[in-house]
């Protein structure tokens, strides 16, 4: 009926499939969940949560969230969750509802140094409906004593972690002590880690957190989506409230039916494997890059960043295109004090989560940081390039097939 839009999703899957996808917040999801994300739920309104709709019909549904709730629970040892926000942002804004009033404070990381957009960024309604201030890195890296001395200074209502940029661990725990001092809430944004921590190789904000949000792509490998956890049954319910009716209207009940399976497959002891693999991959990237002079953040999760204006003399959005000329996708990103603006960036996000899915192996990931020395310091022509990146990619699973 529409071979326009269908000649296009070919191509798209030409492009995936052909390509070395290494932007940080993409993945995978498996056949399981894209068949539900694509199933006849896409049909059903279902406003309110299960058991309570403004709807008749509800009673699969119904029971589709519940399991989906359960599993969410289960995955990160939380005791609540709402599992129908429509993104990431939405849950932040949920969560920021419900933590504290209009015009409250929040204390957040320079968003230069590996903030999101959501939190406080001038053109998000972050910033316009809540009163941000900032803490810096110091050294690419978070200062915990001078989180402590800004928070004691500026007596937020909320502290908040968890970044889109940052390549290190975060001390949750020591963030919970800086709360406790000030006397405000503590809110994570766990978005990029969330896969690391339901693996058990990142530490987990569930439990120290009031509340923790997370998108269920990225590193969780589900659909395009978002979730909410606290311990707290209060705040559970001001957050369900936030959602809908404050934020949202009927919910995607076929992602939630795609995020359900996503999070029984996050329980399989295989994920673990998974888990740790990304880390492993991202580290043999970021130390063969150092080897060859490159200047790396280093890295201990699924991403680091590369100074690519220092290490070859070229901004990140040219390092960007450049490389999407070998079918190698990153993003350009800011790095701790940057010189230049967020739409040229002096340097390239790079991430793993996704070609681990396909079976990326660290001599793969090796081999890949060669690729991007060669190509971004011109000492190997496009079509030597392309070559090697056509071997690799050809080498591991069709997307089609996860």
């Not at 998108?215 to 589900?222: P, S």
């Not at 995607?252 to 999070?263: N, Q, S, T, V, W």
Request: aromatic share 8%; net charge negative.
């Amino acid at each position: 009926m529409d071979k326009e839009i269908f000649d296009l999703i070919a191509l798209e899957s030409k492009r995936q499939n052909e390509g070395i996808e290494l932007i940080a917040s993409e993945n995978y999801a498996s056949k399981e969940v894209r068949e539900a994300c694509g199933s006849i739920l896409t049909n059903k309104y279902a406003e309110g949560y299960p058991n309570k709709r403004y709807y008749g019909g509800c009673v699969h549904v119904d029971t589709i969230e519940s399991i989906a709730i359960a599993r969410a629970c289960e995955l990160f040892g939380s005791k609540f969750a709402n599992v129908q926000p429509h993104s990431g942002s939405q849950a932040n804004a949920a969560a920021y509802r419900a933590l504290m009033p209009e015009g409250g404070k929040v204390l957040s990381l320079v968003l230069n140094d590996g903030g999101h957009l959501t939190h406080g960024s001038p053109v998000s309604f972050s910033s316009h409906t809540y009163d941000f201030v900032f803490y810096p890195l110091k050294d690419g890296r978070l200062d915990y004593a001078d989180i402590e001395r800004i928070a004691l200074e500026e007596k937020p209502n909320v502290i908040l972690a968890g970044y889109s940029a940052y390549p290190y661990e975060i001390d949750f725990k020591a963030i919970r002590a800086i709360c406790d001092k000030v006397g405000c809430k503590m809110m994570v944004d766990m978005a990029h880690i969330a896969g690391l921590i339901a693996g058990g190789v990142h530490p987990s904000p569930v439990g120290i957190a009031d509340v923790v949000t997370s998108t269920t792509h990225k590193t969780l490998r589900g659909p395009r989506g978002g979730l909410i956890l606290t311990d707290d049954e209060e705040l559970i319910k001001k957050i369900n409230s936030a959602i809908f009716p404050y934020y949202q209207g009927g919910p995607l009940e076929h992602i939630i039916a795609g995020k359900a399976i996503c999070f029984k497959e996050d329980l399989d002891p295989s994920f673990k494997v998974y888990a740790q693999a990304i880390k492993d991959n991202t580290k043999a990237c970021s130390d063969e890059l150092a080897s060859l002079g490159v200047k790396t953040s280093g890295t201990e999760n699924h991403l680091f960043l590369v100074n690519v204006l220092d290490s070859f003399g070229i901004n990140g959005l040219d390092a960007q295109k450049k490389l999407e000329e070998i079918n190698i996708t990153t993003n350009k990103n800011m790095i701790p004090n940057d010189t230049l603006k967020p739409n040229k960036t002096s340097g390239l996000r790079i991430g793993f989560a996704a070609i681990t899915t396909r079976g990326c192996t660290i001599d793969d990931a090796k081999e890949i940081a060669h690729i991007i020395y060669d190509y971004l310091s011109d000492k190997a022509s496009q079509e030597e390039c392309l070559a090697k990146v056509t071997k690799l990619t050809s080498s591991w699973k069709v997307i089609e097939e996860i």
